[in-house]
């Protein structure tokens, strides 16, 4: 069983250091892609805060640059990756956040997801599957409140998802009538839980940050309200 965890970044060194840390000594691989994002400001486009050394200092940890790509672009390049390196498991954790693990609990459940696929009635079953993590996020805007929930986190088979349209909207490669939309993971894994909170980041990172989620995000919800529309007309 061969388990991995998915990054993106850019000049964001000090939360991707906490962020490494806390999956390292959990995962077989971690897949860290630096590059700056389509449509940033600034006139480089590899990090030059330090962010590729961190990466490096971590032996279990693959650096790549991939500029000027959305953030939903960057994400599918490490969904290509985990497939070339044969990931059962794929982690998505972002450099802003960070992970608790009880590692044992956590990968005897990954093992039964395995056995369950392999021995089920219908046979070895190599589909693509989402899973929903328990995290704990805490927003610049309202660091007083911290909300509990479910996130699309943990993959089965990665190599066969992609991002597509929206953030939260996988398909099936193979079988794009297969797409799992915002809360429709097949379950909730135990064992790991994610932080997530902007105190290492500087206060003109964080704005900038926003003003790109808020650009991206405006420019989804068109889509969001066509592909939950469509779905919800779907299974009346």
């Known amino acids: ?49 330090g962010s590729k050394e961190v990466v490096e200092s971590f032996p279990n940890a693959k650096y790549y640059c991939f500029p000027n790509l959305t953030e939903i672009e960057k994400r599918n390049k490490y969904l290509e990756i985990a497939h070339s390196y044969g990931l059962d498991f794929l982690i998505v954790i972002d450099s802003d956040e960070y992970a608790r693990f009880d590692g044992n609990i956590f990968r005897n459940n990954l093992e039964k997801i395995i056995f369950q696929k392999e021995y089920s009635e219908i046979g070895l079953d190599s589909s693509p599957e989402v899973y929903g993590i328990k995290m704990f996020d805490q927003q610049f805007e309202r660091q007083d409140v911290t909300v509990e929930r479910y996130n699309e986190r943990l993959f089965y088979k990665p190599g066969r998802l992609r991002y597509s349209s929206i953030h939260s909207n996988l398909i099936d490669v193979r079988n794009t009538s297969r797409n799992f939309t915002t809360a429709k993971y097949t379950s909730e894994i135990e064992g790991i839980t994610l932080y997530n909170d902007d105190k290492l980041r500087t206060t003109e990172y964080i704005l900038k940050s926003r003003r790109y989620q808020h650009y991206l995000f405006g420019s989804e919800r068109i889509e969001r309200k066509r592909i939950v529309g469509y779905e919800t007309l779907k299974y009346k």
């Open 1 to 49: 069983m061969r388990v991995g965890a998915g990054t993106v970044f850019f000049d964001d060194a000090r939360g991707l250091q906490r962020c490494l840390n806390s999956v390292a000594p959990y995962v077989d691989l971690i897949i860290a892609i630096d590059g700056r994002f389509k449509d940033f400001d600034e006139f480089y486009d590899i990090s030059i805060d």
